[in-house]
């Protein structure tokens, strides 16, 4: 009996400090939970970057569940930093755009004068505010993942050119946007080159891109394996950038590429699935051996008359140019309209001459005259359809274009002849006012096309319109 109740004495000891530690632990426990689950509601609410991701909260927490408690805490309070960083520079925008949504939001002041004043922008002030909170806090993580010449590497001369020099300027260039650290990041760059992949992996003559999509798709799953930020969007917050016609195309490699993140694409055909909402229309440049030719950089004076009223030359490829050839070729001396230029006339010496620049679209939408048209002082007309046009967002093409509907190509001459000299000179000074956003720089400079191309993307990381 003595031992029976030694035992039922130990046992009631021992049932009365597991109590104890339970009553000790257990609140503990409930509170350092509550609070893991008030930073993770906290980062959900704040990595929202667009409302369709209906299951976005679980994606996030699949990938913190992958990381120690000591790195989630660390990676949550950068994130939520970050978020509340981009979370006041939007709420700071949309209250200036409340403030100069009236008709002085184009006037001048001493605050930017980096910006042409004028009518070429939906909203100059808020512009230059915007790209000035851009300039304080974006940063971007360029992956590491990928060897040359297919990632971190791209064509930098002739049509395609945009692609390798944005790469270039991204991954070596002085600017202050790209991080070393991933948790800082407000975006991800995916820094593959679709030119180089039709160069090295694409058949000729096959037409079959499943070479591309298959690297696209390789890449992808690399970086959402070996990181957790793709997973944690659906791959909202990652961007690719392509000027090759295939870009889209190579795109659907990956499903989250072609409809979630942003795709900074020169074919920004909304036809093949161009979302402006969140892909980025990218303008095309190109370089004839790598530079921009010394006509463009040295035009007559301002008031030299133009002798011709439009011009174009050009291959007669896609379901356009038949249409502006066959109307227009070899018909009317006012109107210079080739298929090929003859070798003893210069293709830059013709638009400078003329007042219009005819940019009909190719096999694809986007047409490299768009820009050579600028550098020229030329007044593009856009002849296309299902076209965004680059950094729509924040200029005003119609002050500084001609846009006509591919129906009235038969009309053009009519068309562009009924122009009063008065709004033909306002376009022509639009045309200079906006130069400096299409111009290539090295090293780049502030307001030029590699900055106006990251701007776009700051722009779609909000969430927010300027027009």
């Known amino acids: 009996m003595e031992i029976s109740h030694r035992h ?14 339970v009553a000790m632990i257990l609140p503990m426990q409930f509170f350092e939970m509550m609070r893991f689950n008030c930073y993770s509601n906290s980062l959900m609410h704040s990595v929202q970057l667009r409302r369709q ?46 403030v100069f ?39 971007v993580y360029v992956y590491p993942e990928g060897d040359i010449p297919i990632v971190h590497d791209g064509p930098c001369k002739d049509i395609y050119s945009i692609e390798g020099r944005f790469i270039h300027e991204m991954e070596h260039g002085e600017g202050k946007f790209r991080t070393t650290d991933p948790n800082a990041a407000h975006v991800y760059f995916l820094p593959f080159s679709i030119t180089w992949m039709v160069k090295y992996l694409y058949t000729p003559f096959s037409f ?28 909202a917050d990652h961007f690719m950038l392509a000027c090759h016609d295939w870009g889209p195309d190579a795109s659907k490699g990956h499903p989250f590429l072609y409809n979630t993140s942003i795709r900074v694409l020169c074919n920004a055909n909304t036809s093949e699935g161009f979302n402006p909402t969140k892909d980025v229309s990218l ?54 309209v080739y298929e090929y230029l003859p070798k003893d006339l210069d293709y830059y010496s013709f638009m400078i001459n003329s007042k219009f620049c005819l940019c009909p679209s190719g096999h694809e939408v986007a047409s490299p005259r768009i820009v050579e048209s600028i550098y020229a002082e030329c007044v593009p007309v856009i002849l296309s359809e299902g076209y965004v046009l ?39 000074q639009g045309v200079r006012a906006v130069r400096k956003h299409f111009t290539l720089n090295q090293p780049a400079k502030r307001y030029d096309v590699f900055h106006m191309i990251l701007h776009s993307i700051w722009l779609r990381r909000l969430n927010i319109e300027l027009g």
């Open 53 to 98: 991701f209906s299951c976005e909260n679980s994606i996030i927490a699949f990938g913190i569940a992958a990381h120690s408690n000591a790195t989630v805490y660390r990676n949550i309070s950068k994130v939520k930093i970050k978020e509340e960083g981009l979370a006041r520079a939007k709420a700071s925008l949309q209250l200036r755009r409340a």
């Open 283 to 336: 303008p095309e440049i190109h370089l004839y051996g790598g530079e921009i030719s010394p006509k463009l950089l040295s035009l007559p004076p301002e008031n030299t008359p133009r002798r011709h009223l439009a011009f174009f030359a050009g291959g007669m490829h896609g379901p356009i140019r038949p249409i502006l050839l066959r109307h227009w070729k070899n018909i009317d001396n006012d109107i210079q």
């Open 390 to 428: 680059p950094f729509s967002d924040v200029l005003r093409w119609e002050e500084f274009s001609v846009q006509v509907n591919v129906s009235d190509i038969p009309r053009l001459k009519e068309v562009l002849s009924a122009i009063p000299v008065e709004n033909y000179l306002k376009l022509k």
């Open 101 to 139: 949504s009236d008709q002085r939001s184009n006037c001048t002041s001493p605050e930017n004068d980096d910006v042409h004043a004028g009518a070429v922008y939906h909203n100059r002030r808020l512009f230059y505010q915007s790209y000035s909170e851009m300039e304080k806090i974006f940063k």
């Open 208 to 235: 079959d891109v499943t070479p591309l999509k298959n690297f696209v798709s390789d890449y992808v799953t690399v970086v959402s394996m070996r990181y957790p930020f793709w997973n944690r969007t659906h791959g």
């Open 8 to 21: 039922m004495l130990v046992s009631a000891m021992l049932l009365l400090f597991l109590v104890w530690i």
